[in-house]
């Protein structure tokens, strides 16, 4: 009788620890949770360090295509990341007659796939340390691993860091980087 109730016991912590893995929540952005069951437009405003890209993203008239069935990887630079653009350049890409360059900066951003770090760290990986990945924008971003960490090297030779990964969308998946990501103009 206690054989099987230590084995009930341990069959219940088991099925428990299975299910807590199973449904392990999406990590927080910007002090918000993100929903799996939202777009990427959906949770990224309510990200607090995401609020630049947000406002870029719908002066670019791309908020209507990061809401649509995707899949979608997004590079998703931080309001930081923004700012440590020379000065002037967020505001000068802001304006209207500015949008095809802000377009072309921001869909450097966004990969036509959903791929969690886990296939990006196996390209890498099967691609000898370095993996090309083409943007939805025509830019190819340089993807490698350090010491269990992603960066994206852009065409200027800018390298960016995934400083969060495999946040989970209804439409694909963001990775929070550290810098943002610039084509070659």
Known sequence: MLNTAFRT???????????????????????????????????????KDHTTLVAAVKAAGLAETLQGKGPFTVFAPTDEAFAALPKG?????????????LTKVLTCHVVAVSAMSTAIEKMIKDDKGT???KTVGGCILKAKESMGK????DEMGGVSNVT???????NGVIHVVDKVLLPKM
Do not use: C, W
Not at 150 to 153: D, E, P
Not at 164 to 170: E, G, L, T, Y
């Open 164 to 170: 969060i990964a495999d946040v989970k969308q209804s």
């Open 131 to 133: 993996h090309d990945v």
């Open 150 to 153: 992603i960066t994206l090297t």
């Open 9 to 47: 016991l341990a069959i219940a912590t088991v099925l428990s620890a299975s299910a807590v893995t199973a449904f392990a929540a999406n990590p927080k952005v910007g002090g918000a949770a993100m929903y799996e069951d939202k777009n990427i437009v959906e949770n990224a405003v309510n990200s």
């Open 89 to 101: 350049t967020v505001e000068t890409l802001l304006k209207p007659e500015n949008k095809a360059q």
